[in-house]
């Protein structure tokens, strides 16, 4: 609760809603999108975005540190167990499944999510792709098996969470040892695709997210994920209900836009930042202002 004092006279004003994101550049994007809205709204805001990891701000909105910050749908394998792992590869049942379980536990609300899925990939480059007729990721595996020059660049999280990198690994039966990988603390795929694109230290493949736009700047391609390994990963809006009952306006603000949102649009929004180097909150004002959703 913030206190204002005027002419001797306590005032009380609204509590500020805490917006985060993930350390990435979509989660920049779209957290300053969450922003920029509460703002023109007049919503009394906190900026807190690039905040953490998806363990760390998962953390801190179910401790209350955090009230709001956008998510992926299919991390609700990650986030919840004993759930059928085929409901987190369907759109609509992945989305109806982590909004209902999110909300019995935790009180947490799921919001409109766009129509994007920005799922965990595999990106090499290109040259290396069209030599050796690499298209999925069973070429890739074969190709790793065969003993070829592989060194991938990933977060942390990409390498240690059992439904990233080991899930790829377990499917197609291949094994990258650790002199193969150079890992990030964090998530941000500028990193991971500009290290592969540059052969940083002999890096020659990265991780990717699906809505990534730096890709074909950068001569790289996604492999083929041909087992269907990977569940959908929709980004939503999440909020704490305590958050959303205070300012239950919140709702249908923020619909329309993650209304608005699709694979395309993402990709050349996130190209924005990580390949012309505009600021994530510049990005997402222009994207609101250029379609109507602020003056």
Do not use: C, H
Not at 64 to 80: A, C, L, Q, R, V
């Amino acid at each position: 609760m913030i206190v204002l004092l005027i002419s001797g006279t306590v005032l009380l004003s609204q509590n500020p809603v805490v917006v985060a994101s993930k350390i990435d550049t979509e989660g920049a994007l779209l957290g300053n999108m969450l922003v920029v809205l509460l703002e023109e709204n007049n919503i009394p805001v906190e900026n807190r975005t690039e905040f953490g990891t998806t363990s760390v701000i998962r953390t801190a909105i179910k401790n209350g540190e955090i009230d709001m910050y956008p998510e992926y749908t299919g991390n609700g394998g990650f986030f919840f167990e004993g759930i059928e792992p085929e409901i987190w590869k369907d759109d609509e049942a992945g989305y109806e499944k982590v909004k209902e379980i999110d909300y019995e536990k935790n009180r947490i609300v799921w919001l409109t999510p766009a129509d994007a899925n920005n799922t965990w990939a595999i990106a090499i480059r290109k040259d290396i792709a069209e030599e050796n007729n690499l298209k999925t990721l069973s070429d890739f595996a074969d190709y790793v098996n065969e003993g070829y020059k592989v060194k991938l660049a990933a977060s942390e999280e990409f390498v240690t969470r059992p439904d990233s990198l080991p899930a790829f690994q377990k499917a197609y039966g291949f094994q990258l040892s650790s002199d193969q990988l150079i890992t990030f603390s964090g998530g941000n795929t500028a990193q991971t695709e500009r290290a592969a694109a540059l052969g940083t230290d002999g890096v020659n493949t990265a991780m990717a997210y699906g809505t990534d736009g730096a890709l074909s700047a950068l001569g790289l391609i996604v492999l083929e994920d041909n087992l269907g390994v990977q569940p959908v990963y929709e980004p939503t809006p999440i909020i704490r209900e305590e958050v959303l009952d205070e300012y239950p306006s919140i709702k249908e603000i923020i619909k329309p836009v993650f209304s608005s949102l699709d694979l395309e649009k993402l990709q050349k929004l996130n190209s924005k930042i990580a390949i012309e180097g505009l600021s994530a909150k510049d990005v997402a004002m222009d994207y609101l202002r250029g379609e109507g959703f602020i003056k």
